[in-house]
T-cell receptor
Framework: GEEVAQTPKHLVRGEGQKAKLYCAPI?????VFWYQQVLKNEFKFLIS????????ETGMPKERFSAKCLPNSPCSLEIQATKLEDSAVYFC?????????????FGPGTRLTVT | AQSVTQLDSHVSVSEGTPVLLRCNYS??????LFWYVQHPNKGLQLLLK??????LVKGINGFEAEFKKSETSFHLTKPSAHMSDAAEYFC???????????FGTGTRLKVLA
């Protein structure tokens, strides 16, 4: 498609439950990025992929968070055993290829609420 | 390492008056810089981008920004604020090595009637 799609729009989980978020990048885009926006509006980079390969995972919490981008499937971000502090909006973005602008195209986000 | 600093966390202007949102950057290379707007409970919308072409960049909705290398600044301006401009604004630099976005902490713009 021509837009980055993210599902679900909203997700509510009790503390300790698993959460799984999905992102379908724009068709033909080879780079995918995940960002976390916490309640103070600050954005944190989590992880990026080049096709199905992890490109940069320097922002991923070592425990509980994992992500995948498999061929012919939406990318996913999974949080095992959610904590209250995981409550945030998670944005996915994609780039076709590295051009001079480095512009990323963002999805609408998934709001995760951990209760 | 690259970074951006948004100098004001909150800015209030009256409708019809000019808007100035300040952003300074730090970069070892010629940076790629962006301004995004986020309305409450909404996603990110690109206002404009600088990619080493013209230093004065025009964006959507009457916004523009000027890249000043000597001042390491990329301030966002609009001649006349509209009520619909009330939102959170983010200055962003793209990391040249990893392509990830590095966001500023945001400036909340309030427009007074």
């Amino acid at each position: 498609g021509e837009e980055v799609a993210q599902t679900p729009k909203h997700l509510v989980r009790g503390e300790g439950q698993k959460a799984k978020l999905y992102c379908a990048p724009i068709k033909g885009h080879s780079y995918v990025f995940w960002y976390q926006q916490v309640l103070k509006n600050e954005f944190k980079f989590l992880i990026s992929f080049q096709n199905e390969n992890v490109f940069d995972e320097t922002g991923m919490p070592k425990e509980r968070f994992s992500a995948k981008c498999l061929p012919n499937s939406p990318c996913s971000l999974e949080i095992q055993a959610t904590k209250l502090e995981d409550s945030a909006v998670y944005f996915c973005a994609s780039i076709h290829r590295i051009t001079s602008s480095y512009e990323q195209y963002f999805g609408p986000g998934t709001r995760l609420t951990v209760t | 390492a690259q970074s951006v600093t948004q100098l004001d966390s909150h800015v209030s202007v009256s409708e019809g008056t000019p808007v100035l949102l300040r952003c300074n950057y730090s970069s070892s290379y010629s940076p790629s810089l962006f301004w995004y707007v986020q309305h409450p409970n909404k996603g990110l919308q690109l206002l404009l981008k600088y990619t080493s072409a013209a230093t004065l960049v025009k964006g959507i909705n009457g916004f523009e920004a000027e890249f000043k290398k000597s001042e390491t600044s990329f301030h966002l301006t609009k001649p006349s604020a509209h009520m619909s401009d009330a939102a959170e604004y983010f200055c962003v630099v793209s990391d040249r090595g990893t392509y990830k976005y590095i966001f500023g902490t945001g400036t909340r713009l309030k427009v007074l009637a």
